[in-house]
């Protein structure tokens, strides 16, 4: 294993160096096509650890998965419930393979990180954690762009595991979107297996109506999904549903404007 792993990294300055910054962004083609394979399936263990880190099924408990894997889906959990919600919602998505490669190849570049630390030196450890740190920004670029294609307007830092979920609503309604319900679904997937927790769940809605009526709208809004939430947690009911109106926006606008990410629900889970 310790040989592999430095037959690994002496190939990762030409990865590295290969798979540069641009204009915008990272070149994910370069980095996640060129690149992945090698450095993520060349090690099998490191692919079963990344296998069951984005197996919805492989959380605490689950005996195919380390304190690693727990440990890195509390820092990027957001995304793997965004991206598995969005795939299974437009599953002919150009962006889902990218995307899951990109998760991937950034569990791997950790996990191979923390093998690296006092074994192989800090030179190889460092460079580990370049690669995370690229794979990271490209798998937040992808999931990003994907949302907004789907209409909802993700930021990167809703794919972070301190996070609030977030799922988004038309402009002056409390109706759930299709792909809300779906994203719903996913965050009870993920979350119901981690055993109690407090769950609260926030109406928003932006500044374009009379402050009494959008406190009375993201009441609804929080209603109706703290509703469909806990159904899908199995009959667990939210601790506290709360609407906040148009006092608490992502997206500080004048009175009397809209904004997609203001017309929101947020749901806040702390473990006990």
């Not at 993700?154 to 002056?172: I, V």
Request: hydrophobic share 40%; net charge neutral; aromatic share 8%.
């Amino acid at each position: 294993m310790k040989i592999l792993l430095a037959a690994t990294v002496v190939a990762l300055p030409l990865a590295l160096g290969s798979a540069g910054a641009i204009a915008g962004g990272i070149d994910e083609s370069l980095l996640l096509e060129e690149h992945f394979e090698h450095l993520a399936f060349v090690d099998f263990t490191g692919y079963q650890a990344m296998q069951a880190a984005l197996d919805p099924s492989s959380r605490p408990g689950n005996p195919r998965q380390g304190a690693y894997e727990a440990t890195e889906l509390d820092n990027y959990g957001h995304a793997w419930v965004y991206l598995n919600a969005l795939a299974d919602y437009g599953s002919l998505s150009t962006h889902a393979g990218p995307g899951k490669r990109a998760y991937a190849c950034y569990l791997t570049a950790r996990r191979n990180a923390m093998a690296t630390g006092g074994s192989e030196g800090r030179d190889a450890t460092g460079a580990w954690l370049e690669l995370a740190e690229r794979c990271g920004a490209a798998l937040r670029a992808t999931v990003v762009r994907w949302a907004e294609g789907n209409s909802v307007p993700l930021a990167q830092e809703d794919l972070r595991g301190s996070a609030p979920y977030r799922m988004f609503f038309p402009f002056d309604t409390a109706r759930i979107t299709p792909i809300s319900d779906n994203i719903l679904d996913y965050i009870a997937r993920f979350e119901r297996v981690e055993g109690p927790a407090r769950v609260v769940v926030a109406g928003h809605a932006d500044r374009s109506g009379p402050p009494a009526y959008n406190m009375a709208l993201s009441r609804k809004r929080a209603n109706v999904v703290g509703a469909r939430f806990a159904a899908y947690m199995q009959g667990a009911p939210a601790n506290r549903v709360q609407a906040v109106g148009e006092t608490r926006p992502l997206a500080p606008t004048r009175d009397g404007i809209r904004h997609p990410r203001n017309r929101r629900v947020e749901i806040m889970i702390d473990r006990l």
